[in-house]
């Protein structure tokens, strides 16, 4: 059996295909590269490293609990 703790299985149990689960992906990339290159002159990057583990960690919580909540009501 998979592994389906990885974000396109997660996205993809929240309803999403495939192309737009890629779709999800690329835009949270490209908001990280930018939210990173706003960010890095003033926090350091500790700082940097800090906050997109914890943006992560809270798009990932997130997901899953919305992931488990459309899972009970169907």
Not at 9 to 16: C, I, N
């Amino acid at each position: 059996d998979a592994d389906k703790s990885h974000i396109h299985h997660k996205l993809m149990g929240a309803g999403l295909t495939q192309h737009q689960t890629l779709l999800v992906i690329i835009a949270l990339a490209l908001g990280f590269v930018i939210l990173n290159t706003l960010i890095s002159e003033s926090m350091g990057i500790t700082g940097v490293v800090a906050l997109d583990a914890a943006l992560f960690i809270l798009f990932h919580w997130l997901l899953a609990g919305y992931v488990r909540k459309s899972k009970k009501s169907s």
